[in-house]
């Protein structure tokens, strides 16, 4: 007999491939990417690049180049991005396996124009412009260097020029507008190179932000950040825990570290196989008074009480009518009751963070079929 897992996440890769095919659509005649960074948001680069890749994704989108790496292994012809750029003597191993890297500043320019001359041809290049963000990409000086010295692009395929968006998951943010011209404007001097400026939700605001190819992550795993309207996606991740005990807390008696959390009755309350070092942010403890974590047993809400520790959490199941639950139980963490965007919204922080967190002491599971 298998041992049964303490927890679960189970990867719907038909979700996730109708997902692409709805934002790809969405998008038409320009086209949709996959980012796949951090083991795509945590589920498994390569089981969601080879369905993202059979559903016809022909551009990923990586961080490191050791994430990159390991994609080319199994994706042979693949555009594969990597957007930290070149650094720390990476360029010769990012020119053999035929990446692309995503170069934001003068540097990376200089680092990839020697590995061309050592190599002695071309080398496919993305150029990153910062529009706002001040986050990675090329500044107002450095644009104006390579405009003025066209030179330094000599050796590179150019295959893309891209900026990232501060506030796109706000519609009525007014940085969204000004990106956009900022990135016209500084695009301009490559006016035969294909651009890119929207991921998930920028690919939200509308056709003015598509341009050639649109960046998407989170939404491609069925998260929710856009603030105008719901993305046409749909769930991709469930995450699951078991019940180890369920006992009765007297009142007056106090639940977890630091006593947070009081009885004012008597109750019960459900011990779950679940707590930080699994992923699930200690921001959804919760005291007397205070809802903040949530979690589902048979798509009934119960919520955390008392301290979420390392490895276990407690629920109140207080109103659970009788046998609705019982010891081994699954308890949905993320699921068709808790989504991803309201787990992190509960626990404080963002669903991308409880994705990128989910600890490999999760099982992973991975269920294909089904329309896709
Ligand atoms: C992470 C990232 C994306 C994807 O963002 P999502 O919000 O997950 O769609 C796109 N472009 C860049 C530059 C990124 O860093």
Redesign the pocket.
């Known amino acids: 007999m298998p041992i049964e897992p303490r927890g679960r996440i189970t990867v719907d890769l038909s979700a996730l491939v109708r997902n692409w095919k709805s934002l790809a659509n969405l998008v038409a005649p320009a086209a949709c990417a996959g980012?796949v960074?951090a083991d795509a948001?945590g589920l498994g680069a390569e089981p969601v690049t080879k369905a993202l890749w059979t559903a016809g994704c022909r551009s990923f989108?990586v961080?490191s180049c050791e994430e990159a790496l390991a994609l080319r292994a199994s994706l042979k012809d693949a555009r594969i991005f990597v957007?930290d750029g070149i650094f720390g003597g990476n360029g010769s191993e990012l020119a053999r396996a035929n990446l692309i890297p995503?170069l934001s500043t003068l540097d990376h320019v200089a680092a990839w124009r020697t590995e061309a001359n050592r190599r002695g041809r071309t080398l496919p290049a993305a150029l990153?412009i910062d529009s706002g963000l001040n986050?990675?990409g090329f500044d107002r000086d450095e644009i104006a260097t390579l405009r003025n010295q066209p030179d330094q692009l000599a050796g590179f395929d150019v295959q893309l020029v891209?900026s990232?968006l501060a506030s796109?998951d706000d519609p009525k943010a007014l940085e969204n507008e000004n990106q956009r011209q900022a990135f016209l404007a500084h695009a301009d001097y490559l006016p035969n190179v294909p651009r890119?400026l929207?991921?998930?939700?920028?690919l939200m605001l509308g056709k003015d932000y598509h341009f050639d190819l649109v960046?998407?992550?989170?939404?491609?795993?069925g998260?929710q950040?856009f603030r105008g309207r719901s993305t046409p996606v749909e769930p991709v991740v469930t995450v699951t825990a078991k019940i180890l005990q369920v006992r009765t807390v007297r009142a007056g008696e106090a639940v977890g570290y630091s006593a947070t959390y009081r009885a004012t009755s008597d109750m019960r309350i459900a011990v779950i196989a679940a707590g930080y070092a699994d992923g699930m942010p200690r921001g959804a403890s919760a005291g007397n008074g205070e809802v903040h974590g949530i979690a589902a047993i048979q798509g009934k809400r119960v919520p955390v009480i008392g301290r979420v520790s390392m490895d276990l959490i407690a629920l109140d199941v207080t109103g659970l009518p009788d046998g609705v639950m019982n010891q081994c139980d699954d308890v949905e963490l993320i699921g068709p009751t808790v989504s991803l965007d309201k787990a992190g919204h509960n626990a404080g922080t963002i669903g991308?963070e409880i994705l990128t967190r989910l600890s490999p002491r999760f099982a992973r599971s991975y269920k294909s079929g089904g329309a896709a």
Request: net charge positive.
């Open positions: 980012v960074k948001y989108f961080a957007l995503v990153q986050r990675l891209l990232h796109a890119s929207a991921a998930s939700d920028g960046r998407p992550g989170y939404a491609l795993y998260g950040a991308y």
